[in-house]
Nanobody, 125 residues
Framework: QVQLVESGGGLVQAGGSLRLSCAASERIFDGYAMGWFRQAPGKEREFVASVSWSGTRANYARFVESRFTISRDNGNNMVYLQMNKLKPEDTAVYYC??????????????????RGQGTQVTVQE
C-alpha cells in the first residue's frame, strides 16, 4: 500500500529551481509533522527540512542556506519543497517522510515514520 508518493524531481542546471511534491494518505498525513531528507550516492541519508502539522513552524538543515522552502497543504494532504539556487552538491534522491513525534521536527533527525520511494534530483554544472 503506497502511502507517500514524491514527484517533481528532474535534471536542472546549477542555479535553477525545482519544486518537489509529496502526496500522502490521510492516515499518514493527518496530525503529523512532515519532512524531507535526501541521500546522495555513497553518502548517508541527511535531513533537509521539516514542517509542523500546523505549518507554522519549519526547520532546515544548515546547507539549505535559505534556498529551500518547505510547506504543506493540509486540505489536500500534500507537502512541498521549493528548491532555488540549486547546486551540484544538491544532487540526490529526495524523500518525504512522517514524524511520529512532532518534537523531532526541530532537530536534524530524518523522519522516522512512513517514507516515500523518493524522487531523483540531478543538478548539472
Amino acid at each position: 500500500q503506497v502511502q507517500l508518493v514524491e514527484s517533481g524531481g528532474g535534471l536542472v542546471q546549477a542555479g535553477g529551481s525545482l519544486r518537489l511534491s509529496c502526496a500522502a494518505s490521510e492516515r499518514i498525513f493527518d496530525g503529523y509533522a512532515m519532512g524531507w531528507f535526501r541521500q546522495a550516492p555513497g553518502k548517508e541519508r541527511e535531513f533537509v527540512a521539516s514542517v509542523s502539522w500546523s505549518g507554522t513552524r519549519a526547520n532546515y538543515a544548515r546547507f539549505v542556506e535559505s534556498r529551500f522552502t518547505i510547506s504543506r497543504d493540509n486540505g489536500n494532504n500534500m507537502v512541498y519543497l521549493q528548491m532555488n539556487k540549486l547546486k551540484p552538491e544538491d544532487t540526490a534522491v529526495y524523500y518525504c517522510g512522517q514524524y511520529r513525534d512532532e518534537r523531532w521536527m526541530t532537530t536534524t533527525r530524518i523522519p522516522g515514520g512512513a517514507r516515500g520511494q523518493g524522487t531523483q534530483v540531478t543538478v548539472q554544472e
